[in-house]
């Protein structure tokens, strides 16, 4: 694993065999060449090399893959796959960008950026928090959410409000 500064910008690098729960709270630019299983929670760019192997969920925001992923992504701004991409899981990202020769097998849900309503897990990373912080506020009625079903879903807007008067008090 490398780490180096250009500019204001950090990048890591991974180059070896990785396991667990990568999470960035602030912007990095990370590269994965190597082998990651588990769960990356990322801010900045993340860019799964074309020799590497993701089996992982995955939430960030500008992601690129040209390697193998085996899980479901959550891109908050982009999805670029690049070939020789293989990717197998669902997505959710507002744009995608399918270069030829890459394969994606797997469901794909795009919303607009501004979507109204978005599930826990993208409030979660919408907010930045884990998945259990958000429920934690959801069962003691500190955040706006309604119930579909077994399913919460959060109003954007609502949550936006929300956040803006938190901020002042």
């Known amino acids: 694993m490398a780490i180096k500064k250009k500019g204001d910008d950090k990048v890591l690098e991974v180059n070896a065999t990785m396991q667990g729960e990568l999470t960035f709270k602030d912007s990095v630019n990370l590269t994965i060449n190597g082998n990651f299983q588990g ?10 090399g074309k020799d590497a192997y993701v089996g992982a969920e995955i939430i ?13 992504i959550i891109a ?18 507002p744009v995608l960008v399918v270069e030829e020769g890459a394969i994606l097998n797997g469901e794909c849900i ?12 993208e409030m979660a990373a919408y907010l930045k928090v884990d998945r259990e912080t ?25 949550v936006e409000n929300w956040l803006s008067k938190e901020k002042v008090s």
């Open 76 to 93: 908050l701004k982009r999805l670029t796959l690049i070939s020789p991409a293989n990717v197998k899981g669902e997505i959710k990202t």
């Open 39 to 48: 769960k990356l929670d990322t801010k900045g760019t993340l860019i799964v």
């Open 110 to 121: 795009m919303r607009s950026e501004k979507a109204k309503f978005l599930t826990l897990e």
């Open 60 to 72: 960030g925001e500008d992601i690129t893959i040209a390697g193998k992923v085996e899980g479901n």
């Open 134 to 158: 958000l429920l934690n506020w959801v069962e003691d009625n500190k955040i706006p959410v309604m119930r579909e079903g077994s399913k919460y879903l959060f109003d954007r807007k609502e």
